[in-house]
């Protein structure tokens, strides 16, 4: 299973607390973790990534293990840590503006 | 006996106030999506216990949420169709908050683009929900006005949307351009007399009439004089800030423009200036009393870079002779040290007798007239900055 922490208001719309667990089948990247998140969030499609061109909204970030995974490819697969459950996957939304 | 609700919706949350018919002792509750900006809320005409509210953010985009029950509880209502509306553990799903432009062959116009605010070429971003509007006979139908600038409607309570392209393609699409607060469709008058005439106002477009649905559109701007765009008489290009009419009046409309308060009684064909002896024409918010349809309500706005009252003082004009005379309201309002805004979705009426008249501002109050504006008190002071605010009257 996967641990993924959300900012607060995704918190709030989906209704959970803290983290949630996804269960990734096959390669886990950031793709396939925010597809398993929407499957079994569906409030959560649209709000992390664009509905039609699935780019991460500006003010989101994407980190695990300590790194700003932003702007790597959606594709590519996430620390071992991530796909094992050891660290969670962060979806940060900036404490910029009101 | 008939109560009144308001709904109001602010930069960090929604708020529902409720009040007997003296509508003199109210209860707030809220703040109901807290944090995130509601642009709108408006109930069914049909159902008012059926409320349907725009919840954006500039983080996490679009929310569309449905109360069945006045307010108390909601959902995000969407659903393909033909599957089911929850999860299997429960959740609901989350169509509700798609809104795709509508670019396919059978009933779509192609995506051009529209004048960036330095006139180049900009091409059609969905960014927001600025207005709801549900049908006046059936509670499964609301169209949505949205910014970049087009008209979207669900026949299922909210699960699906589907623009009505022929707004956006009709042609003048590409000289439109937006207002500083975002190229948005914000008006939508469905005409109670004929239920395939639509009114809608775009910033910075001007206004626009269908006569068969949707599918076809014509602007309605002649009449219309705004001196700061080249051609000040144009087909479009003109900032209508909001437009009212007064259901028993059909093809009669109020219009709030960026500098004039113009008036059409040949639904929309012609305009003419009614701003009369107003201190200042320039504002955001208009509306047509309940039962008088040629008494008419504008909050003056100091100007367009000075968006706050003008002379330091809240006054509410009222014209009783359908514009160019007004007097000023002010029993209740602050009279000294103001520097309020009132935005333009941001006042209502509702339907009892005498009418009552609610608007909210920029500081965060709302105040109510049980008295068609007589007298005003405020229903809440300390509320954050009010960007919507709609009346229903329930039996």
Known sequence: MVRVVLPYHLRNLAKVDDEVQVDVKGPVTIRTVLDALEAS???????????VTGTRRPFLRYFACQEDLSHGSYDEALPEAVATGAEPFLVLGAIAGG | MSGVRVLVGTRKGAFILTADGKRDRWDVSGPHFAGWEIYHMKGSPV??????????????????????DGGKNWIQPGTKPG?????????????????????????????????????????????????????????NTVYAGVEDAALFSTQD????????????GHGTGPHWQPGAGGMCLHTIIL???????????????????????????????????????????????????????????????????????????????????????LPTDFGFVIDVHAHEPETIYVVPIKSDSEHYVHDAK????????????????TKGLP?????????????????????????????????????????????????????????????
Not at chain 2, 193 to 217: L, M, V
Not at chain 2, 314 to 329: D, F, K, Q
Not at chain 2, 363 to 368: F, I, L, N, P, T
Request: hydrophobic share 30%; with cysteine.
């Open chain 1, 41 to 51: 969030y569906p409030m959560l499609r649209g709000t992390i990534r664009d509905h």
């Open chain 2, 47 to 68: 159902n008012p216990d059926r409320i349907f509210a725009s919840q954006t953010s500039g983080w996490f985009g679009q929310i569309i949420q449905r109360s069945d």
């Open chain 2, 83 to 139: 599957e089911p509306t929850t999860t299997p553990e429960g959740m609901p799903m989350g169509e509700s908050n798609k809104f795709v432009y509508d670019t396919s062959p059978e009933t779509g116009k192609p995506l051009t683009t529209h004048q960036f605010y330095d006139g180049t070429a900009h091409p059609w971003e969905f960014k927001r929900v600025w207005h709801l509007e549900p049908s006046l006979t059936d509670p």
């Open chain 2, 157 to 168: 309570g909210g699960q699906t949307w589907h623009e009505l392209a022929g707004l956006r």
């Open chain 2, 191 to 277: 005409d109670p007399s004929d239920p395939k005439r639509i009114y809608i106002a775009i910033s910075a477009a001007g206004a626009f009439r269908t006569d068969d649905g949707g599918d076809t559109w014509k602007p309605i701007n002649h009449g219309l004089f705004s001196q700061y765009i080249p051609d000040p008489t144009a087909e479009v290009g003109h900032c209508v800030h909001h437009v009212a009419m007064n259901p028993s009046r059909p093809g009669v409309l109020f219009m709030q423009k960026h500098w004039d308060v113009m008036r059409s009684d040949d639904a929309g064909d012609n305009w003419r200036e009614v701003s009369g002896n």
């Open chain 2, 314 to 329: 809240l006054r509410v004009y009222r014209s009783r002779t359908g514009g160019n005379e007004w007097e000023a309201l």
């Open chain 2, 335 to 395: 009279q000294s040290n103001c520097y309020l805004n009132v935005l333009r979705d941001a006042m209502s009426v509702d339907s009892l007798d005498p009418c009552g008249i609610y608007f909210g501002t920029s500081g965060g109050q709302v105040y109510a007239s049980a008295d068609a504006g007589d007298n005003w008190a405020p229903i809440v002071r300390d509320l954050p900055p009010v960007l919507s605010v709609e009346a229903q009257v329930l039996k």
